[in-house]
């Protein structure tokens, strides 16, 4: 297996810029969610829907094009994919990067179940609410069950669930085990699983490195082969578990 060609560290005056620019334009698109929301929310949610799509796709695409992240996708999604069924995307996370290159690359009403931590920032965590993130508290059963049937309600009205299984960043990039919350989620609401690999993503930026920022890297997102949840029961959830593990693994390990 080839090693993969890594462009050199940005210096940390550079990193600084970045970091900052980011900021900003998260507050910025941060008050436009919110604008959206409080014009369209009550009055047509779905244009609302469609409309913060846009917001969240010009935030990504502004994040992505400032680090010149090089990316292609491999594979088909929309073909697999059919009308009426939810949807979840299980893709690994190995940067904070993943995340608005997602929304930058792939298509559809895509909503990140989010760490409950995130809602606790103001401004982001409104504009979160206001366009529609699930968050589930694992702490806090009662809490958990209420957060699970919001992801339902939102599933079954067209909204794609981005999920990382392995539910925390990979400090190396390698592809940890899986937790069962995502799969049971699946299972429960009968939802199409769509395995995806963003490689090589974790060269941009690594957990906790920031001084390791990379630009300008090449990152192939790799989709993999899906997996109907209606042909399983809850009590087969380690079998499913393990077939999104090895399909994920077989993704991540194949080069061209």
């Known amino acids: ?135 589930i508290d694992r702490q806090n059963r009662e809490q958990a069950i209420k957060d699970l049937e919001f992801a339902r309600q939102k599933m079954k009205s067209g909204i794609r669930i981005w999920m990382f299984p392995e539910g925390t960043r990979s400090a190396d990039g390698r592809l940890r085990p899986l937790k069962k919350g995502g799969i049971r989620l699946a299972i429960d609401t009968n939802a199409i699983i769509i395995p995806i690999i963003m490689q090589d993503i974790e060269h941009i930026l690594p ?9 300008g890297q090449k990152v192939t997102i790799k989709i993999g082969r899906a997996l109907d949840c209606r042909d399983f029961n809850i009590d087969e959830r380690h079998q499913v578990t393990e077939l999104v593990y090895n399909q994920l693994l077989e993704l991540k390990q194949a080069r061209d």
């Open 207 to 215: 957990n906790k490195r920031w001084y390791k920022m990379r630009l």
């Open 1 to 135: 297996m080839p090693d993969p060609v890594l462009n050199p560290s940005a210096n940390r005056f550079k990193i600084f810029g970045i970091i900052c620019y980011s900021l900003a334009v998260t507050l910025k698109y941060s008050l436009k969610t919110l604008v959206v929301g409080f014009r369209y929310n009550r009055k047509d949610p779905l244009v609302a829907r469609e409309k913060i799509n846009g917001v969240i796709y010009n935030w990504a695409s502004r994040l992505v094009n400032k680090i010149k992240i090089n990316w292609q996708i491999d594979g088909e999604l929309e073909s697999q994919i059919p009308e009426d069924r939810s949807i979840i995307l299980m893709c690994n996370h190995a940067s904070a990067y993943d995340i608005p290159l997602a929304y930058a690359a792939l298509p559809g009403s895509i909503r990140m179940i989010a760490k409950k931590e995130l809602f606790k920032i103001p401004i982001l965590s409104q504009a979160m609410r206001s366009a529609e993130f699930p968050s």
